[in-house]
């Protein structure tokens, strides 16, 4: 399995400025075959599902602002929250869909200052 | 708008079957381009990828539960189920479907959830 880890655990950041979230895989999830990286960004508010902000390491999904942004290539991906607002409170997850079993990062916390 | 509702008792026993069914409104189970799977989530063990299958019934399992884990699809009623034998309280975890993109064999991203359904396992 692809084993994925996120750091910090948590991170608090003042409302307006800019949280970075680390993720890193086990192995590579860069497709050589067609240059993409097989890595999602998911946002969990309490008690709601996941909901999926960034695919291929860096595409925005429809209606997610565009203070979030995906970068990185191969094992190493970050989630930067530019401008952090009130309602961005969550844990954030990252995931690879590279390799089977679909696997995802232990969750980063995400507090206002 | 597409939705998936899970359905499914909350209480089940050690050793007996967790049984759930996601209805999916708003859109059709038949597309070849997306798979429709199960995820757990638990305080232990995380966002856990439990299996996967296709409208045409081709099913992915996590080898860590492929011999506990089936998954069926019933496209009349637009909708997927999960078992999973022999459950433990490990086993205890809120259980969502979702719908995943297709990327390869086995492979994709969920972009659409359920709301969850707590599971617990318990004598």
């Known amino acids: 399995d692809i084993v994925m880890t996120q750091s910090p655990d948590s991170l608090a950041v003042s409302l307006g400025e800019r949280a970075t979230i680390n993720c890193k895989s086990s192995q590579s999830v860069l497709y050589s075959s067609n240059n993409k990286n097989y890595l999602a960004w998911y946002q969990q508010k309490p008690g709601q599902p996941p909901k999926l902000l960034i695919y291929w390491a860096s595409t925005r999904e429809s209606g997610v602002p565009d203070r979030f942004s995906g970068s990185g290539s191969g094992t190493d991906f970050t989630l930067t929250i530019s401008g952090l607002q009130a309602e961005d409170v969550a844990v954030y997850y990252c995931q690879q869909y590279y390799g089977s079993p679909l696997t995802f990062g232990p969750g980063t916390k995400v507090d206002i200052k | ?123």
């Open chain 2, 1 to 123: 708008q597409l939705q998936l509702q899970e359905s499914g008792p909350g209480l089940v026993k050690p050793s007996e079957t967790l049984s759930l069914t996601c209805t999916i409104s708003g859109g059709s189970i038949s597309s070849s381009s997306y798979y429709w799977g199960w995820i757990r989530q638990s305080p232990g063990k995380g966002l856990e990828w439990l299996g996967s299958i296709s409208y045409s019934e081709s099913t992915y399992y996590n080898p860590s539960l492929k011999s506990r884990v089936t998954i069926s699809v019933d496209t009349s009623k637009n909708q997927f189920s999960l078992r999973l034998n022999s459950v433990t309280a490990a086993d205890t975890a809120v259980y969502y479907c979702a719908r995943v993109i297709v990327t390869g064999t086995a492979r994709g991203f969920p972009d659409y959830w359920g709301q969850g359904t707590l599971v617990t396992v318990s004598s």
